[in-house]
């Protein structure tokens, strides 16, 4: 009998580290602290709006390959909307000023000499300085290396590696930001589609994964929070719950998918990041006018995009530590009323709404923080580590997570001579 493979932590690097599992035929043994599956990627009801919203809007792009690729194979993808085209509406909220930017779909970017494609009023060469990023030192700043200043700074590269690194790009690490440029920008717009679970991240993403687990025989164990490991020479021994521990064989292999805090305090000695950075989304119930675009990005105020779901119109702030202690209704009628003015719908009224701060959305992007991001392999020789803060060479984003936990179930596998299995029948 070959030996298990346990999986602590259901979020998406988990579940994806379970589906490479259960993809050579193995039954993964999968824990959960919580009572459902998704981490900071899920789908709740949420009463005040009486709706079924994401806790956080979540944007994924065409050339998110990893994750992509684990949505077809759990069977969600048909709940992911790709966009045929690589379309960025923006609106500038001071001047009212409206553009599209429209990367062409090859990596040579002709789109910087088309003025119809690009920021109204820069010109191509104002697009050559992220070039600068590529060639960064590993203590380098964005602002080190860049102007974080101007035209195109302000109604481009701000807005975009804000929502992509959730922190200030002045202060984030340029070798992640190039790292993020070559797989976005650099790989053309046809990898830049925005790509949007318009019916929430749960039915694309999480159900289809937990279904599949029970239905192989291998269901989630809710409930279950790691609280220590038992350890033996190099190797982990056991797994220890509130009320239960879990024996981990020889021959068996562990796959540690909790967020970094846990990792430090069940490894002590283990570098993770430290510091985080949050994210505000605020929810108004109210069907989009027609002609609204699924996205639509914001400067010139609090706002920074709005997506447009059924039924609602959700916003995203990044980088939002400021707006942590404002009073939740003092946000809500603030950001209406940006939100009204874009979707030239009636100020006067908020709609029902709902605002969630999540403090530690993510890890803050600066070099000193990305240094801090460990490799798969720990020191003990059946521990790996997966999630988004693990060292991806991405920022924090479903792809990064979805690629350490496949990573980290590669790793296990090999590990465990297990790697060659064949798929077992459906
Ligand atoms: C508001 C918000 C907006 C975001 N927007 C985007 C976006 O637009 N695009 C994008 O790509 N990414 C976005 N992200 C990031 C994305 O959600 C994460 O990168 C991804 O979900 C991380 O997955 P993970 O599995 O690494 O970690 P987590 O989701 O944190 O999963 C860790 C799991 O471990 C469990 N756990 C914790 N402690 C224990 C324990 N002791 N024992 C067992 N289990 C435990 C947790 O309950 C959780 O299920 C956003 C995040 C937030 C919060």
Redesign the pocket.
């Known amino acids: 009998m070959p030996g298990r493979i346990h999986i ?7 579940l994806a580290a379970a589906e490479a599992v259960l993809s050579v035929g193995l039954e993964p043994v999968v ?4 009572p459902h ?5 899920r789908s709740y009801h949420d009463t005040a709006l009486g709706l079924t919203i994401d ?6 792009l065409s050339g998110n390959e990893q994750a992509l690729d684990y949505a077809r194979k759990i069977g969600g993808a048909h709940a992911l909307h790709i966009q045929p085209e690589c379309a960025f509406p923006f609106m500038d909220l001071r001047t009212g000023e409206r553009w599209t930017l429209r990367p062409n779909a090859g990596r040579l970017p002709r789109w910087i000499f088309d003025a119809a494609r690009r920021v109204p009023g820069s010109r191509a060469v104002d697009y050559l300085s992220p070039l600068r990023l590529f060639m960064a030192r590993r203590q380098a700043r964005l602002g080190d290396v860049m102007p974080t200043k101007g035209h195109v700074y302000e109604r481009l590269w701000h807005p975009l590696l804000l929502a992509a690194l959730n922190t200030d790009p002045a202060e984030a690490s340029a070798r992640l930001t190039a790292s993020l440029m070559r797989e976005t920008l650099g790989a053309g717009g046809d990898a830049c589609r925005p790509v949007i679970a318009k019916n929430g991240l749960g039915p694309a993403l999480v159900d289809p994964a937990v279904a599949m687990l029970a239905a192989k025989g291998a269901p989630i164990r809710f409930g ?3 609280r220590s490991l038992k350890v033996e020479n190099d190797r982990v021994c056991g797994l220890v719950f509130a009320h239960s521990e879990e024996a981990v064989a020889p021959g068996e292999e562990v796959v540690l ?3 970094a805090p ?1 990792a430090a305090s069940l490894l002590p000695g283990l570098e993770t990041p430290t510091e985080h950075r949050a ?1 505000v ?1 605020a929810h108004f119930r109210v069907a989009p006018p027609a002609g609204m675009p699924t996205l639509i990005g914001l400067v010139g105020c609090l706002s920074e995009w709005i997506f447009a779901f059924p039924e609602r119109l959700s916003v995203t702030i990044s980088g939002a530590d400021r707006l942590l202690d404002r009073p939740r209704d003092e946000l809500a009628t603030e950001i209406w009323r940006e939100v009204a003015h874009v979707a030239g719908l009636d100020a006067a009224t908020l709609p029902r709404w709902q605002i969630i701060r ?1 403090k530690r ?2 890890f803050r992007a600066t070099p000193e923080q990305v240094a801090r991001r460990p490799e798969t392999q720990t020191a003990f020789r059946n521990l790996y580590l997966a ?2 803060w693990t060292q991806t060479g991405l920022p ?6 979805v690629r ?1 936990g496949r990573k980290a179930a590669g790793i296990a596998l090999r590990h465990a001579g297990l790697e060659a299995l064949p798929r077992m029948a459906a």
């Open positions: 602590v932590g259901a979020g998406l690097a988990g824990y959960e602290a919580s599956a998704g981490g900071r990627c806790n956080g809007n979540h944007l994924l279950r929070g790691i998918a909790v967020p846990v994210i989304n999540e959305a993510t999630g988004d924090a984003t479903i792809e990064g997570a350490s």
